[in-house]
């Protein structure tokens, strides 16, 4: 067996004209939980669906415990549950009945599926909903109902496509610690899909963030921000007409770079940020050029987008906190 739980070698897939997938090499370790973070067609399902051989990928090579996916596809299967983009759980049966059906469709003992069905209800913390239908149940019920569905076949990998969209921020958070446990007390490698930078941020050890086609950024999220600042990021809010004379006049007096999108700027500051505050806000009531706010805080993965994307995801002035509703800038 692989020490590595995946592996996927200058993955490409063209459709047409179009490379949704463009060159992806990464390795995931048995027990990561590992996050694909990218806007809407960035490739993420096509990279997981062509890990399940949905999809024939038009050259590269990936593993998944050391089978290729595409000679030894049934094995794949074997090793890996799967929580597609769309779930869905039958709304006319009841839970128990789900994971019932999934546990035949698996071709399980029938001794073993009642063992499970138990089991894995109690880690849903469905237990008490057992006898009633899956479509009575809330969208944060149905979700782990589906999430616990893809391990009925005891899978070492789960594989999840936007497991949480969706979902308001307490059944976000109950999935998160769903999923947690499951990393934690199963031993279940677990590759995610996300569009949320809080969700990577929160759930993930590392994290791919992936545009285009590729892997533009990878590591663990304090690797990632730190990749960007090892001290603060200054945050300015100006009138567009503006910004130029801005960026100018910092890099005049303070000899620092600036980027900029749309009406944000924002500079890397090393040391003692609150000092620099004043000052470049003093420097710029000499110069009368104004501002809107000026803020400090400490780099976030939207920060690691920006640099990487030259793009950023437009919220609040106040960027100190990602809110989880917050999604990847859409095409
Ligand atoms: N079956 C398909 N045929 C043609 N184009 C596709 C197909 N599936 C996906 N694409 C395109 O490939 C790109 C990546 O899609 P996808 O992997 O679904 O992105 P993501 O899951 O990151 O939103 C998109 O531009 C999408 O339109
Ligand atoms: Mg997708």
Known sequence: MSEYAIEVYDLVKKFNDLTAVDGITLKISKGEIFGLLGPNGAGKSTTINILLHLLEPTSGKALVGGYDIVKHSREVKKLIGLVPQETVVEPELTAEANLRLFGRLYELPEDEIERKISELLKLAELSEFRYKLAGTFSGGMQRRLAVVKALIHDPSILILDEPTVGLDVQNRTALWNLLKKINRERGVTILLTTQYLE??????????????????????????????????????????????????????????????????????????????????????????????????????????????????IRDTANNEVVSPTMRLRGR
């Open 199 to 312: 969700e990577a941020d929160m759930l993930c050890n590392r994290i791919a963030i992936i545009d285009h086609g590729k892997i533009k950024a990878l590591g663990t999220p304090a690797q990632l921000k730190q990749s960007i600042s090892k001290g603060f990021i200054i945050e300015i809010f100006a009138e567009q007409k503006y910004t130029k004379d801005i960026i100018a006049l910092i890099k005049r007096k303070f000899r620092l770079e600036s980027s900029v999108s749309g009406d944000r700027i924002t500079v890397n500051v090393s040391e003692d940020p609150v000092d620099f505050l004043g000052k470049v806000s003093s420097e710029l009531e000499k110069e009368k050029l104004p501002i809107v706010s000026i803020s400090m805080h400490m780099p976030t993965l939207d920060d690691v987008f920006l640099k990487i994307t030259g793009s950023s």
